[in-house]
């Protein structure tokens, strides 16, 4: 006979956790439960301004919507998801009960997803579109990584400032989630009357 001891544990304190944030005012419900959206509009943002960098360097005027699109849609869904994957949902089941790790944790986050993921993928979209348009003077094969090096450089450098804000942003957002989430379980038991 397997023991299913854990499980019903997690299913409970789940179940509890749920139940003091449904006791919550709901703008700090609404903080708790779709902050990795406000991260992933951030990253999609990120995305946006990196590909309007990237099409001005390259001289790209041509497919503005088809390379807008993938660029704001990608960072946002994979920002998001990952927001939720490794702070909401261990948040939510009790699985990270430290500040200082979701802490961490969202400002890799920001940074890697929400951050430098949009402009490294701004690269080979904006590449293909200059290459298909014939925009700009691309390298030879052997002068690839120098060429893009060479061009990435001033577009980082610009990018800094929404990096660090996307970074900084998605740790203080993680700060309030895990301080509403601990406001939450200090709640009393509805239903339950104090004496």
Known sequence: MENH??????????????????????????????????VGFNAALSGLI?????????????ARIAAALPMAVIPFLTADISYRGFISLPLNTGDLNCETCTITRAGLIGLV???LYPVFLAIPVNGGLAARYTSALLPERGNILTYWTR?????????????????????????????LLIKALQLPEPGLEIQ
Not at 151 to 170: E, H, N, V
């Open 5 to 38: 001891e854990p499980d019903i544990v997690k299913e409970s304190l789940f179940d509890i956790i749920t139940r003091k944030i449904n006791q919550l005012p709901e703008a700090e419900r609404n903080l708790l439960e779709h902050g990795s959206t406000y």
């Open 50 to 62: 990196a590909n309007s960098l990237f099409r001005r360097v390259l001289n790209v005027t041509q």
């Open 113 to 115: 997803f929400g951050g």
């Open 151 to 179: 061009i990435s450089k001033p577009i980082f450098r610009k990018m800094l400032f929404p990096i660090l804000l996307q970074t900084g942003f998605a740790a203080y957002l993680s700060s309030r989630q895990y301080k």
